[in-house]
């Protein structure tokens, strides 16, 4: 078992990260790539400028229509996203293996407040299936695979939380926990999770669509 | 009636016994390292037999209680009458970099993985007072 944990914990890291960022800077190329293929005069009025004051305005919270639009979903969806990064970077835990491998530290969360912020993160990923179920025009987009990312989102929270407290089978709880988060990051390239780097890039051409060319407003 | 409270009398006893059982269990006193050391642990001491490791490594005490001058490890010499933390700090320093939990996590950690045995697991040591 602990030659499984050591690879798990040791050579896996590596393989998913390098699966994460490498697909990740795959994918970019091949839109870039794309863009110059099909619409190449997008380059022509993309500017920075605009691109970040889209970017930007999408960040303020409640500050974009459509958020203000539907504020309930689009706050939690909001809080979420901080949690989603904030819980596992900031966790004293993640940070003592962190540190260990590199030799680098920053200041970690609380132990309580990440727990509860944890069951914040659960209690988002619940909302979001139920919006999946009840939602009539949100079900009617809705896939298996839709559900499945869900999941793959919540078991390392899920499990992360359960070993926390070493309620029951630790041991095993806690290596589900490891190939979880591996899992989440290795899905991330190929998945709507890739929307971590669609997203910003969507915001890039409409905010310079808008902002340059229509002279209007994209939020 | 009569017949319900015997059985409801019996359920009571039953579950006392059995609670009991399980709790004296799951809180029996493990060995642990005292994190004196430390300005405000996070977990509690790690679940340490001292005798235990003492057998496994032939009495062998430099394993864990070793030397170390200039970064180099000294064969052969032992340090039993020191704390760890006499030569680890909290924080890392110029003279010894391995500051105390790091010294702690690598040197019971590397070695049940390099001997395929002992727990490696953050819970399986610091388990829950």
Redesign the interface.
């Known amino acids: 078992m602990?030659?499984f944990?050591?690879f798990i914990?040791g050579p896996m890291v590596w393989i998913s990260v390098i699966i994460f960022l490498g697909g990740l800077i795959f994918k970019l190329v091949g839109i870039l790539g794309a863009v110059r293929q099909k619409e190449p005069y997008i380059y022509s009025y993309v500017t920075l400028k605009h691109s970040l004051r889209s970017i930007g305005a999408w960040l303020i919270p409640f500050f974009p229509r459509s958020a203000r639009l539907s504020p309930v979903y689009y706050g939690i969806s909001y809080l979420f996203h901080i949690l989603l990064f904030l819980v596992p970077l900031f966790l004293?835990?993640h940070i003592?293996l962190i540190?260990?491998a590199f030799?680098i530290s920053w200041p970690a969360l609380n132990?309580s407040v990440a727990d509860v912020l944890t069951l914040g993160v659960i209690a988002a990923l619940i909302f979001f299936a139920v919006r999946r179920i009840r939602v009539p025009e949100v079900k009617y987009l809705t896939g298996a695979m839709d559900y499945l990312l869900i999941l793959v989102v919540l078991l390392p929270f899920l499990t992360g939380f359960l070993?926390?407290?070493?309620w029951v089978a630790?041991?095993w709880i806690?290596?589900i926990h490891i190939l979880s988060g591996e899992l989440m990051l290795i899905i991330i390239p190929f998945s709507r999770f890739s929307h971590m780097l669609n997203a910003p890039l969507t915001r890039a051409y409409m905010g310079s669509e808008f902002g340059h060319v229509r002279q209007a407003r994209d939020w | 009636m009569a017949y319900s409270n015997r059985f409801i009398m019996f359920l009571i006893v039953l579950f006392a016994a059995v609670g009991t059982g399980f709790f004296s269990y799951a809180g029996q006193d493990l060995e642990r390292l005292d994190p004196w050391a430390f300005d405000s642990p996070r977990r509690p001491g790690a679940v340490f037999s001292h005798d235990d490791h003492i057998f496994l490594l032939d009495d062998d005490c430099s394993v864990c209680h070793h030397v170390y001058e200039n970064g180099e490890l000294i064969p052969d010499e032992s340090s039993e009458d020191l704390y760890c933390s006499d030569c680890h700090s909290l924080k890392p320093m110029p003279d010894n970099p391995m500051p105390l939990e790091a010294a702690y996590h690598n040197l019971c950690r590397d070695c049940h993985f390099d001997r395929g045995e002992g727990p490696v697991l953050c819970g399986e040591c610091h388990v829950k007072e």
């Open positions: 602990n030659s944990i050591a914990m004293a835990s003592v540190n260990e030799q132990d070993a926390y407290h070493q630790y041991q806690t290596v």
